[in-house]
């Protein structure tokens, strides 16, 4: 798998998640397997701004060896100087986000909303390709509903602009995460590009990558929820693309201990007081389907501190084990 000079070792890739793919997230899940990380959306506009915040954003872990920076917006000037911007993080490829369903984001013109917009969606890739000296890629949806199903059109579209691989999510904008991922509309658009295309949508574990795989012709997976308490999920996809075998789930000492050691990875980042509010939901993943989980759940979703944290986990390995 390779997008133009960049060689992947593998075809597992962790998806850009707002508010969960930071820098200690990404560096576990490169650490479990995944071949390929990108940054949570960056705002062009406020990366061009100087806003702080969004500069965070793009940080890039020790671990991640192959990582992209992604970015949203609606003006194709703003995002080539976003994207430049981006470089002096040491990103290997730039990433056009071009499916975030979110209100605040295509509510403004970005996102999804550009799913509606081919031409100003492919003066974005110009831009931008033109602007910086690594590949650009796009992130798009199977179309903003169902009556304007066009990921077909929008990736001829990109590829023609210059974008080097295209990510499709398998459902629409108005669909948002429900329903079954549309297998066919990636395999489409497989077929009508000559660049990499990268299935998204509903890959859980090893056997969904690998039909995800095999139903669309696609040259890699990309997954997002399906790693939230779950980073083992890269691990078991490679052996299981490699090998065929099927790897038995992480014990339970080993998810409390890798809880742990991300959490404890955010605080090193963040400090305490923001790890603390982070670990609500990251902790609520990783206890799911344990013993006594709702109880344990509503605890963490008090968490200030990282001792009540190990306490909690204790208490949990003497509950199940």
């Known amino acids: 798998m390779k997008i133009r000079n960049i060689e992947f070792n593998n075809v597992a890739f962790l998806a850009p998640m707002a508010g969960i793919a930071d820098k200690a997230f990404r560096e576990l899940c490169a650490r479990f397997g995944a071949a390929y990380t990108v940054t949570e959306m960056v705002s062009a506009k406020g990366l061009t701004m100087g806003d702080k915040k969004s500069a965070a954003l793009?940080?890039?872990?020790?671990?991640?060896?192959?990582?992209?920076?992604?970015?949203?917006?609606?003006d194709p000037?703003?995002?080539?100087?976003?994207?430049?911007?981006?470089?002096?993080?040491?990103?290997?490829?730039?990433?056009?986000?071009?499916?975030?369903?979110?209100?605040?984001?295509?509510?403004?013109?970005?996102?999804?909303?550009?799913?509606?917009?081919?031409?100003?969606?492919a003066e974005i890739i110009k831009a931008v390709a033109s602007a910086v000296n690594v590949p650009v890629t796009a992130k798009i949806r199977k179309g903003w509903d169902s009556d304007s199903v066009n990921a077909v059109e929008m990736a001829r579209l990109l590829e023609k602009s210059g974008a080097a691989a295209?990510?499709?999510?398998?459902?629409?904008k108005k669909e948002r995460y429900s329903g079954k991922v549309d297998y066919d509309i990636i395999r489409q658009v497989k077929s009508a590009v000559d660049i990499p295309v990268i299935g998204n949508g509903d890959v859980v574990d090893a056997q969904s990558a690998a039909l995800m795989l095999e139903e669309t012709g696609c040259d890699?997976?990309?997954?997002?929820?399906?790693?939230?308490?779950?980073?083992?999920?890269?691990r078991c996809v490679n052996v299981y693309l490699s090998d065929g075998i099927v790897i038995p789930p992480p014990s339970l000492e080993e998810k409390m201990?890798?809880?742990?050691?991300?959490?404890?990875?955010?605080?090193?980042?963040?400090g305490?007081?923001?790890?603390?509010?982070e670990a609500r939901h990251h902790a609520g993943y990783y206890t799911k389907g344990l013993r006594g989980s709702a109880a344990f759940r509503a605890e963490i979703g008090t968490l200030e501190?990282?001792?009540?944290?190990?306490?909690?986990?204790?208490?949990?390995?003497?509950?199940?084990?």
């Open 58 to 74: 793009l940080s890039l872990g020790s671990d991640e060896k192959t990582a992209g920076a992604q970015i949203f917006g609606d």
């Open 77 to 121: 000037e703003t995002m080539a100087s976003a994207a430049v911007k981006c470089l002096e993080f040491g990103p290997k490829i730039i990433d056009i986000n071009m499916g975030c369903p979110a209100p605040k984001i295509a509510g403004n013109g970005g996102g999804a909303a550009l799913m509606k917009n081919p031409a100003l969606a």
């Open 166 to 172: 295209i990510t499709v999510h398998g459902r629409t």
């Open 272 to 277: 305490e007081y923001t790890a603390m509010r």
């Open 305 to 321: 501190t990282f001792e009540q944290l190990e306490e909690i986990t204790a208490r949990i390995l003497r509950e199940n084990l």
């Open 257 to 270: 201990t890798v809880m742990l050691s991300h959490i404890r990875k955010i605080m090193e980042y963040k």
């Open 220 to 234: 890699a997976v990309m997954i997002g929820r399906g790693a939230l308490g779950n980073p083992w999920i890269f």
